[in-house]
């Protein structure tokens, strides 16, 4: 299943289906991105984060892409499992003299189905 | 023990009422931020500070006030509480750094103003 960023807030996939969640991001200066997760009841969790010196970058079950051509971002997790269930967030750097200022993206809700 | 604790965890307060959310960390981080998250939203940043004597307003900081009190502690001040407050605070944190770090959160106070 796919999202395709702000504009399609949920997501629905099988177990065991792959997922991929969408961000577009406004300001070709960004620097850094990274992607949270966010649990009912909990607070953002990091997953995965990239600079824009690289276009893609691995983890357990995750991979993040970044294309800064079309400033476009994705998530992509293998293998979706009833726990992945979550609103995910795309957050990206924007400001060049400070560092660590992230905005957020408004998110989607990944729901999977067993 | 969380590394980043928020207290309280859930508040109800009348409109007028002055509260304050406090936030510790056990990271070791310079960098303290305060976050406020509305209902199918992201995050939109508060206040953050890079150190103990540095503070900075964030894109909504109109009603709010903060205090460093040592590089474990930032606390949040609603002066005068209003309903449009009603939200779920989080407090993160993140290393010093060029480019952008990742923020590590705590698990949220949530605020309702009658």
């Known amino acids: 299943g796919e999202s395709v960023g702000l504009h399609l807030p949920t997501l629905s996939v099988q177990e065991g289906d792959n997922s991929i969640i969408n961000c577009a991001y406004s300001?070709?200066?960004?620097?850094?991105f990274i992607w949270y997760k966010q649990e009912s009841g909990k607070g953002p969790q990091f997953i995965i984060d990239?600079?824009?010196?690289?276009d893609k970058r691995q983890g357990q079950r995750v991979t993040v892409l970044l294309n800064k051509t079309v400033k476009h971002l994705s998530l992509q997790i293998a293998a979706t499992q009833p726990g992945d269930s979550a609103v995910y967030f795309c957050a990206e750097n924007r400001d060049e003299t400070s560092g660590s200022r992230l905005t957020f993206g408004e998110g989607t809700q990944l729901t999977v189905n067993p | 023990d969380a590394d980043v604790t928020q207290t309280p965890r859930n508040r109800i307060t009348k409109t007028g009422k002055r509260i304050m959310l406090e936030c510790s960390q056990t990271?070791?981080?310079?960098?303290m931020y305060w976050y406020r998250q509305d209902p199918g939203l992201g995050l939109r940043l508060i206040y953050y500070?890079?150190?103990?004597?540095?503070?900075n307003k964030g894109e909504i900081s109109d009603g709010y006030s903060v205090s460093r009190q040592a590089q474990a502690k930032f606390s949040l001040s609603l002066e005068s509480a209003i309903p449009n407050q009603t939200a779920l605070y989080f407090c993160?944190?993140?290393?010093?750094?060029?480019?952008?770090?990742?923020?590590?959160f705590g698990a949220g106070t949530r605020l309702s103003v009658l």
């Open positions: 990271k070791g981080h310079d960098r």
């Open positions: 990239i600079r824009s010196n690289m």
């Open positions: 300001n070709s200066a960004s620097d850094y």
């Open positions: 500070s890079f150190d103990v004597k540095d503070i």
């Open positions: 993160a944190t993140s290393e010093r750094g060029q480019g952008g770090n990742i923020q590590y």
